[in-house]
Structures are given as C-alpha cells and as structure tokens.
C-alpha cells in the first residue's frame, strides 16, 4: 500500500505570494491532518480534514486554509507569504480517530 | 492547553549502549505516540501507547505509559547507528490522534 504523498518536495516563494501544497492521504484514509515545523516552535497541528469537513484547527491566522476533496486528497493554502512561514510542511493520514497517523515526506517552503 | 516535555534535548551515546527518552505531560495522557524523524525528513511511526501501564516493542525499541499516564518513556537496548534521528511524543488530546500536541524532540546521536 502506498505511503502519504506531498507535493512538491521543496517550494521557493518571495513575500506577498501565496503558495498551494498538496497530499495524498494513504488508501481509504479519510482524515488528514496538517502540521508545521519551524526549529523554533517545533511541531504544530495546522488543522484537520474528514470527510471533505474541517474538524479541528490549531492557532494559525487565516492565511492559513485547507480543503480536502471527495477522494480524500487535501490541498492546504497560504496566502500572503511572510518570511516566518518558511518550514517544513508535513500532512498526516488516519484510517480513525483512535489509529496512528502516518505522516508523508513534507513539503519544505522557503520564503525569501 | 497540554504540553509535552521532553528529555533530554540532545542524547549522544556509543554504539552498543542502552538509552532512554522520557515524554512528560503537562495534564492526562489519553494516548501517546513515538515517532522517529530524520532530519528535515516526514515523521516514521514506531508506538502508540494508550493505557495506563502499557508496555509495547519492537525490535530493540520500547516504550511505556506510566501508571498516572502522565509520563512515558522510550528505551533504545544495544544501540546502533541507524538508530540515530530525532524522537518525538506527540498526544492526543482526548480527541484522538488527528489533532496531537508534540514535544520539542530528542536528538539522538549514535557514535561508532
């Protein structure tokens, strides 16, 4: 069975832009969770997808969006780049609330 | 909101020798669970732990949710070099694993 997969790997983008990653969640997965890491902060929960519905989302402004399709695959959007943006961007997908996650390669942004 | 501490920050030990990681939590665990990540890499799942002295492993890895389920540990038997990478508890917050609070990491560096 394949993993989670993001897309792209690595992502360059100036200030003022906005930026769209996208996941795969593994076969019949239907939440997806979204996470960021920074060095300083660590990892933090973005928010969370099922069933094409936001369940659950973290303390990040609105810049910060998602929306999951009826496949299940979810896109997450950033609008409006700042430089503390830049980070590792990694999704998660679970099969039920009470599984494991099981987290894809990230999505590494940089924002010059 | 809960918070997760771990320690140490920064491990080094010899090939061959035991270690131990410990994940404290600020309030009642419901579930905890260990991942490994290489650096700048997705997160690899190794345990999830959900009852009150639990006791699970694998391989040479094994981890335990105390009684009071406030604290767990993971313990590394016979150390080897791809043990190495950074180690993070994350837990769920009563709402299961779609939306979990992680510690800051541990990083482990194995030496020859």
């Known amino acids: 069975k394949a993993g989670v997969t993001q897309t792209p790997r690595y992502l360059i983008k100036t200030r003022g832009q906005q930026v769209t990653l996208s996941c795969s969640p593994i076969?019949?997965?239907?939440?997806v969770s979204w996470y960021q890491q920074t060095p300083g902060q660590g990892l933090q929960f973005l928010f969370e997808y099922f069933s094409e519905t936001q369940r659950n989302k973290g303390n990040f402004p609105g810049r910060f969006s998602g929306r999951q399709f009826s496949n299940s695959r979810s896109e997450m959007n950033v609008s409006t780049l700042e430089l503390g943006d830049s980070a590792l961007y990694l999704c998660?997908?679970?099969?039920?609330?009470?599984?494991?996650?099981?987290f894809g390669p990230g999505t590494r942004l940089t924002v010059l | 909101s809960q918070e997760l501490e771990q320690s140490p920050q920064s491990l080094i030990v010899q090939e061959g020798k035991n270690l131990t990681i410990n994940c404290t939590s600020s309030k009642t665990l419901y579930g905890l669970y260990w991942y490994k990540q290489k650096y700048g890499e997705g997160l690899i799942f190794l345990m999830m732990l959900q009852k009150g002295g639990e006791e699970k492993s694998h391989e040479k890895i094994t981890a335990k949710l105390d009684e009071k389920k406030q604290q767990s540990s993971l313990h590394i038997t016979a150390s080897q070099p791809s043990h190495a990478g950074i180690y993070l508890c994350g837990a769920d917050q009563g709402q299961g694993a779609q939306k979990l609070v992680f510690g800051q990491g541990t990083r482990l560096t194995i030496n020859p």
């Open positions: 998660a997908s679970q099969l039920r609330g009470w599984n494991e996650q099981f």
């Open positions: 076969s019949g997965h239907r939440s």
